[in-house]
């Protein structure tokens, strides 16, 4: 599904005449200003599903996506840090809307993500103090004379005798109920799209690599094949992983060229920086 068809950046000559205009200004950056023009990234033509911006540090495809998701007013979680010029440059960009975009599309960051794996982290910290108490509570209940005297006692009584009969870890876990730490970072990153990725949406994701082993990346690359084909969902995605990069009738942006130019996945540099290294070790991998 396509919502957005076309995105248009301001050209050199419209950036240069609006910084001519302020000039003596004290501003020490003039961000996002002067960071697309050095690869001549102007107009992006979206008409795949899924739009890939490559590229290295510097490149400006976080900026890129970025001014998008403000251009089109697209939620995100993790507060983003604007310029004094961010709202200036936003204004000079034009797009092309051929369907209205649906509520829920998004942008989604690595500092969303991270925001999130922080949260799960301070719910287990507070998960790991109560689980600490019930260790003691254990071994009190344990070795306990406790008897029942009235109905106010029961809940006390039950305690006692799960301690009696189960191990110390059985017994915990049936305190705790839900144990949030059931998933490594990784895990927690991946659910973290799977969650904010729902059917019918524009997706803008920023380096969704990060944090995630290769293993989940291709499983996210199915994911996202699959919202694209069957769930009517577009993305455009700023990467330079070689697994999200290979994903199915993707287009690819390359941002590291002296002029923007669309390539396969098998011309990248950084790609071909991997297959080079490969083939230098492919005798220490066995059959």
Known sequence: MIYLSQFIFP???????????????????????????????????????????YGGNGSG???????????????????????????????????????S????????????????MLNIRGLNEGID????????EYYQDRTSGFQLHSIEDYDQLVKVNQARRLSKSKYVKNQLNNNVREHSNGETAYLYFTDKIQ???????????????????QELVKFIEDSARFFGCQFIIATHSPFLLAMEHAKIYDLDQEK???????ELSNVRSYYDFFMAHSREFTP
């Not at 996002?32 to 990234?41: A, D, T």
């Not at 103090?129 to 003691?136: D, Y």
């Not at 059917?199 to 990060?210: C, I, T, W």
Request: aromatic letters at 10%; one cysteine or more.
């Open 260 to 266: 923007m130019c669309t390539s396969k996945w098998t």
């Open 199 to 217: 059917e019918n949406g524009l997706y803008l994701l920023d380096e969704p690599e990060n944090s995630l082993s290769p293993k989940r990346q």
């Open 101 to 116: 975009l649906p509520e829920g599309s998004r942008i989604i960051t690595s500092d969303d993500v991270f925001d999130f």
């Open 129 to 136: 103090v109560k689980r600490s108490e019930l260790f003691e």
């Open 11 to 53: 050209s050199i000559d419209m950036e240069e005449n609006f910084l001519h205009g302020i000039r003596e200004t004290c501003y020490s950056t003039y961000y996002p200003f002067q960071v697309l023009p050095k690869h001549q990234v102007h107009t992006l033509n979206l008409d795949e599903s899924v739009t890939i911006l």
């Open 61 to 99: 495809k976080t900026t890129a996506l970025n001014v998008i998701a403000e251009c089109l007013k697209l939620q995100r979680d993790a507060l983003y840090n604007k310029t004094n010029f961010f709202a200036d440059y936003v204004k000079m960009c034009e797009h092309v809307l051929i369907r």
